[in-house]
């Protein structure tokens, strides 16, 4: 009798891990579609204008869907989405901008300098790598490059 409840939860294991993982992997698999970006789009100003053209549709698609579900004019739903986003947008602090992020990551390095926690020649590898984009931050792009995916270059 053990033994056969052991076959049961054995297989009641094995189920459970293979519902966890289609339920972990199928997720991962339409982020990974939506990520690619499309192979028809020849240039960065292609793909940014696609980006954006793609969210415009998305936003779209919400407030038609929205508007049917409260029974509104889609129109309306768009205005009040608007609004919202103006009102979001006006409560956010500005950022600063790439020159004053870039003089506070040469202050931050500069202090680290002073502290004996880099050398001056580290610092300016981390400068020059800011730079040239290769780091996330002041002056760079992050790893996949530039806002739209593309090199600094």
Do not use: C
């Not at 076959?7 to 891990?17: E, I, T």
């Not at 901008?97 to 870039?102: G, H, I, L, N, T």
Request: glycine fraction near 12%; aromatic fraction near 2%.
């Amino acid at each position: 009798m053990s033994r056969t409840m052991s076959k049961k939860h054995l297989l009641a294991g094995l189920a459970a891990a293979g519902v966890l993982g289609v339920g972990i992997a199928a997720p991962t698999v339409a982020f990974a579609e939506d990520a690619t970006p499309s192979p028809s789009a020849s240039s960065s100003a292609d793909q940014g204008t696609d980006r954006q053209q793609q969210k415009a549709d998305r936003q779209g698609e919400f407030a038609e869907a929205l508007a049917k579900e409260l029974g509104v004019p889609t129109e309306k739903v768009t205005a009040a989405l608007e609004k919202l986003r103006e009102q979001r947008k006006a409560d956010r602090p500005e950022r600063p901008s790439a020159e004053d992020r870039q003089a506070a990551l040469k202050d931050r390095l500069a202090q680290a300098v002073e502290d004996g926690k880099l050398t001056q020649e580290q610092a300016d590898a981390i400068t020059k790598a800011a730079e040239a984009g290769v780091l996330p931050g002041p002056g760079g792009h992050g790893h996949r490059g530039g806002p739209e995916g593309t090199t600094g270059n």
